[in-house]
């Protein structure tokens, strides 16, 4: 099972604050942890993600700072601001209100509309 | 380490995949160095897992996507970077690169403030811009030009040599303008000030040609440089313009009139300065901006094209002969400039290995009609000077035209080569750069040798 690129495009802010406000991190690191979280069905490419770690930047919600690691090179680790929480928080409303209507529609009315149940096994 | 095998080759696969990578302008040093770390990783975790670290490698890259992609999406964040990269101190990227556009505004700021100055110094000596037309004409040039020819000297490194012939021939032109005694409102007057410029600007050219004298490349560059220097120059202008309609403006609304401060102070020190500054400009921007005059070259060439056809037609359809008055003469020596640099930049332009198009063909018509009417007006102008006699005036106009026209008529010729395939691009550019010394001979000429010939009238 692919997720679709809107969806994708969708959820991308929320994932990476999400993911910075567990602590900081780097690019690399970053793409692994959504690897593990969706199983490997979010397909992240590095396109993406590091525009979007840029447009964070400029709107204040992450900022950044280069590290050296293993002798003379370096890497640019993300940290979540105050204003980036604030985002993740007001995002994460926003979610859980569309994820609380999907569930109410998909569980909550099974039994008056059987014919149109959902596999959640999925294709994949 | 990534390494397994041939750490040296893997280091030498980075950095050839950071070549390609800093090429883009869509992305900037850091962010290639982010990206480069990612691949890294990427690799790391694959030689881990069993990979060779040259599989790894195409692996990881494979999965980063093509640059094209990559870059593409950096440009949807950051579309200003495809738009001014034209930074003006700071913000570089690298430390070496940032040293050296500091110094060179330093060198610039220098240079423009000289200028400014030395166009005010006369005044200490009691002359004035208004009065003493006749000292500030001929001498506008050796105020502004030596500043600019410093500032390129310095930034191509120009050996003592030719910095003592710079000079000389400044010096020489200090002479010319002010030993003769031309009186204000003579034609000689006139002259000495439009060709001093352009014999000056020339050994500005020697400047811009420091490291390499005698290759036609730099004389090209030196020819792009005219065109651009020519075009900033005329928006810095047109900005000035703007300032100067504020200025009075709101001062006037006070009750000040800053009349004597613009035009003593804010004109003629902004116009000398702007001399380098523009310089500096083309010189800064050399590589990030495209270069404006060829696109205007584009734009015109088809217009000139089809006015001159269009005048050629009208002529042979009145059959009524040109009236070569003393401004007609001018002004067709100005149409042969115009059609000159039309040729000169779009050859500044042009790809040296394009095989010929249809711009070339547009080109060739172009020149042809040009040569036409100028035959034209030669042969008019010629009855009319053995007939009444010459003036300094006349004779200058003459001897522009015939060098214009010589130089046209085999431009023409290689055009035409070129079209038929006959001739190569570089014989072209050869004979454009190898003419330019010509015009300066000609302004020395006009500057040092009239006045006495035609008894300073």
Redesign the interface.
Known sequence: MRVTKDLVAASATPMVLGILAEGDS???AI?RRINELSGGELDW????L???L??LERLGYVESSWQSV?GE????YYRITNSGLAELAEQRRQWDTVVDALKEIWLGSRDSRPLIAIPLGGRA | MTALGGPDELEAQFAQWRHYAQRRPELQQSDAEELEDHLRRSVDELVAAGLHADEAFLVAVKRMGSLDDLSREFAREHSERLWKQLVLTGEADSSVADTRSRRDLLAMVVCAAGAAVSIKVPELFGLDFEDDAAFYAPNVGLFTLPWLAAFLAWRRHATKALIGVVLALFALGAVAANAYPLTDGSQSLALTSIHLLIALWFVVGLAYVADDLRAPRRRMDFIRFTGEWFVYYVLIALGGGVLTAFTFGTFEAIGISPETFVSQWLLPCGAAAAVVVAAWLVEAKQSVVENIAPVLTRLFTPLFTAVLLAFLVALGVTSAGIDVEREALILFDLLLVVVLGLLLYSISARDPLAPPGLFDKLQLALVVSALAIDVLVLLEITGRITEYGTTPNKAAALGENVILLVNLAWSAWLVLGLVRRRTRFEALERWQTGYLPVYAAWAWIVVLIFPPLFNYL
């Open positions: 780097y690019g690399y793409l490419t590095e396109g993406l590091y525009p979007l840029h447009r293993a090179r370096r890497r640019k």
